[in-house]
Nanobody, 120 residues
Framework: VHLVESGGGLVQAGGSLSLTCAASGSIVSLNNMGWYRQAPGKQRELVAQITRSGDTTYADSVKGRFTISRDNAKSTVNLQMNGLKPEDTAVYYC???????????????WGQGTQVTVSS
């Protein structure tokens, strides 16, 4: 699967950004879709995840500020980020669990990452 991310950038604290990830390729089904982030010197961490049926999981640090959604018809996942804080600064990665055509087990793929920088 090929993942294309868009929407990162520079924003002031308190501002908003929206990230979108589009999946393409020979896919039978997209299962969980999510966003992770990695700040300099830190481990990659889960930000938010959404199942095919729409159940969501959020990191405690973003609850109430970020909203994840997906469009199964378009094979996209979106992360709406409001009330951004300097500590949200990181490279954000799209992650999908999917079943490729002709395969019998699920696989995982990562996007190339998009930089989000929040200035104070």
């Amino acid at each position: 699967v090929h993942l294309v991310e868009s929407g990162g950038g520079l924003v002031q604290a308190g501002g908003s950004l929206s990230l979108t990830c589009a999946a393409s390729g020979s896919i039978v089904s997209l299962n969980n879709m999510g966003w992770y982030r990695q700040a300099p010197g830190k481990q990659r961490e889960l930000v938010a995840q959404i199942t095919r049926s729409g159940d969501t999981t959020y990191a405690d640090s973003v609850k109430g500020r970020f909203t994840i959604s997906r469009d199964n018809a378009k094979s996209t996942v979106n992360l709406q980020m409001n009330g951004l804080k300097p500590e949200d600064t990181a490279v954000y990665y799209c992650n999908v669990i999917f079943l490729p055509s002709g395969a019998t087990y699920l696989r995982q793929s990562w996007g190339q990452g998009t930089q989000v920088t929040v200035s104070s």
